[in-house]
């Protein structure tokens, strides 16, 4: 399938795609295993709904609706965790605060982040604007050098958590007169959806 998101660890790039598989290759492109097994079975996921990294040992955290799988990067499971269910795109820093970014929708006001230690115990909320829509959006959320770096949908801002969890700002994205307006998340809108821009990923930079 489309390649959906790539992080590299050490000498390994993780890789998932669009059918939902996440795949663990050499950094010379060699094939080494898969991470977890979408299915209905025991120790099997039905959803993936994100994946992170954690940055010390390769730990794999599977995002999945309603729990975190947490497997080594010899393909064992280690654990699992039980969360919400609306927690569905993740990032995890070098002090193993495991970041979520939640998804906002007319009919809830959410933090914009949850920040949990590496068991999914919350351990603080970072408020966003607020802003609703006739539909649920997610935003991206992107490790690197130790900082997680997030923008949220109606900002032009670019920002980052350092290692206390402060947000700063790092740059401006600006699409001008073609970004995604709030008045653009409604069905009802879906034609003009190709005529604008929105940040679909932050990678390397």
């Not at 795609?17 to 795949?23: A, G, P, R, S, T």
């Not at 966003?128 to 997030?150: P, S, T």
Request: net charge negative; hydrophobic share 40%; glycine share 8%.
């Amino acid at each position: 399938g489309d390649v959906y998101k790539i992080i590299r660890w050490k000498d390994f790039y993780y890789i998932r795609d669009l059918n939902e598989h996440l795949f663990l290759f050499t950094s010379d492109g060699k094939f080494v295993r898969s991470i977890g097994r979408k299915g209905r079975g025991a120790n099997e996921y039905v959803a993936l709904a994100d994946f992170t990294i954690d940055p010390e040992n390769g730990d794999i955290y599977l995002v999945v609706p309603g729990k975190i799988m947490v497997y080594a990067y010899t393909g064992e499971l280690l654990r699992t965790m039980e969360v919400d269910s609306d927690w569905q795109v993740a990032a995890l820093d070098r002090n193993g605060h495991l970041i979520f970014i939640i998804p906002v929708s007319r009919d809830q006001k959410e933090p914009l982040l949850i920040v949990c230690d590496k068991g999914g115990q919350v351990i603080r909320e970072i408020k966003g604007m607020e802003v609703k829509c006739d539909i649920a959006y997610f935003n991206w959320l992107h490790e690197q050098d130790g900082r997680v770096y997030y923008k949220e949908e109606f900002s032009d801002t670019l920002c980052y958590l350092d290692g206390t969890l402060n947000s700063h700002p790092y740059a401006l994205v600006d699409f001008g007169d073609y970004k995604f307006q709030p008045s653009h998340f409604s069905m009802g809108m879906i034609n003009q959806w190709p005529d604008c821009y929105r940040l679909g990923g932050v990678f390397d930079f």
